[in-house]
């Protein structure tokens, strides 16, 4: 078996340019899944991103569905209450 050691490679996040650690059991599994890029971002700005992208599409999926079901119904309670409120 080849011996090929890995280290721990400090890299610059895109997102915030705050150095992480590209750490060598994430390198691992990059190697792993085929994948030969290191990663561009550190982890807390990964998670944010994959986060926002499926809390995009779950408000885009959520629209969609409320305005057929009962937007219009959920609207008018939501516009009355405020302007009661503000009374
Ligand atoms: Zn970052």
Not at 31 to 39: A, M, Q, T, V, W
């Amino acid at each position: 078996m080849e011996e090929e050691r890995l280290k721990d490679k400090i890299l610059i996040c895109v997102d915030c340019n705050e150095e992480f650690v590209f750490t060598v059991a994430a390198q691992e599994y990059f190697l792993e899944r085929g994948i030969s890029e290191e990663p561009k971002r550190c982890k807390s700005c990964y998670m944010q991103l994959k986060k926002g992208k499926r809390q995009q599409q779950k408000e885009n999926r959520k629209k969609g569905s409320y305005r057929k079901n009962n937007g219009n119904a959920n609207g008018n309670y939501r516009y009355s209450y405020n302007r009661d409120y503000k009374k």
